[in-house]
């Protein structure tokens, strides 16, 4: 996976409702494959998720029988 980094100095707002925006057709231009990446960057800043650090739940645990 990519890393980014943002350039907040770039960054603009844009009407999602007319598609003949500039963005749309970026994105449309773009392979599925960058837009999914580009989507997981969002997911991971949207919810300060770290994968190099995650690590998965334990669902398993251990009892005792009697």
Request: no cysteine.
């Amino acid at each position: 996976m990519k890393n980014y980094t943002i350039d907040k100095s770039g960054l603009e707002t844009d009407d999602l409702d007319s598609p003949d925006k500039s963005g749309w057709r970026y994105w449309r231009a773009k392979s599925p494959t960058d837009r999914l990446e580009a989507l997981e960057f969002q997911r991971q800043q949207l919810f300060a998720y770290d994968p190099t650090t995650a690590r998965l739940q334990r669902v398993l645990s251990v009892t005792e029988r009697p």
